[in-house]
């Protein structure tokens, strides 16, 4: 069982409001990726970041913005939020190097922006 | 571009049958695939995966086979039971180099009869 934590799991805000969605993984992973997945649907690749200080735009277009300032710790924060941001964020980590790239996941957070 | 996707996207079944969850994949170049089990509500948990150097690998109930000569991935599970109810979902990586991405299907609703 990965012990990757996600924080809140539900997210009820208004259009406008700046949020910050908190994951956090303590396993010492060195990478870890933030997800957006809709519903009965596949998920899509936001953030990821390989090491501290190292953060990359994933393949799906997104206005969130992440910081990777300590190893365990990988934010995920809206400046502004609208109902077009409402998703469920999942964030993954994984361990450095290996054959092996498996991701764990954690809860998840459900936003809902009004 | 590459892309990871699912023959069927619900399946149903009576509880103690086998179940059998197919995934195709395009990249030629891919050489580890990994099987999530995502429940209602959560995020996506690791079942079992498989290195393009073996066509099968078992687990506790669980069995994956690779078939790389038409780019197919099974999962097979054995006496479904109403817990394995859930979307699964495929997922492909080219193992080594820089990419630690995985590229993930669309997902199979699988439902568990009583």
């Known amino acids: 069982e990965a012990d990757i934590y996600q924080t809140p799991r539900y997210l009820v805000i208004g259009t406008g409001k700046k949020i910050t969605l908190e994951c956090s993984q303590t396993?010492?992973?060195?990478?870890m990726y933030w997800y957006q997945q809709d519903p009965g649907m596949e998920l899509h690749l936001i953030h990821y970041?390989?090491?501290?200080?190292?953060?990359e735009k994933g393949d799906l277009s997104s206005e969130s913005t992440v910081s990777r300032i300590r190893t365990e710790h990988f934010p995920l924060t809206l400046e502004s939020a609208r109902p077009s941001h409402t998703s469920q964020y999942l964030c993954a980590s994984s361990e450095r190097g290996g054959p092996r790239n498996t991701q764990y996941f954690g809860p998840g957070t459900r936003l809902t922006v009004l | 571009g590459e892309s990871v996707g699912l023959h069927l996207p619900t399946l149903s079944v009576q509880e103690g049958d086998n179940s059998i969850i197919n995934c195709a994949y395009s990249n030629s170049a891919s050489d580890y695939f990994i099987w999530y089990k995502q429940e209602s509500g959560k995020g996506p948990q690791f079942i079992i995966d498989i290195r393009s150097n073996m066509d099968k690998r078992q687990g506790q109930r669980v069995t994956v086979l690779l078939n790389k000569t038409v780019k197919h991935l099974s999962l097979q599970i054995a006496a479904t039971q109403p817990g394995d109810s859930a979307v699964y979902f495929c997922?492909?990586?080219?193992?080594?180099?820089?990419?630690?991405?995985?590229?993930f299907g669309k997902g199979t609703l699988l439902t568990v009869n009583p």
């Open positions: 396993m010492g992973h060195d990478k």
């Open positions: 997922a492909e990586n080219i193992s080594g180099g820089s990419n630690y991405k995985l590229t």
């Open positions: 970041s390989y090491g501290v200080n190292s953060t």
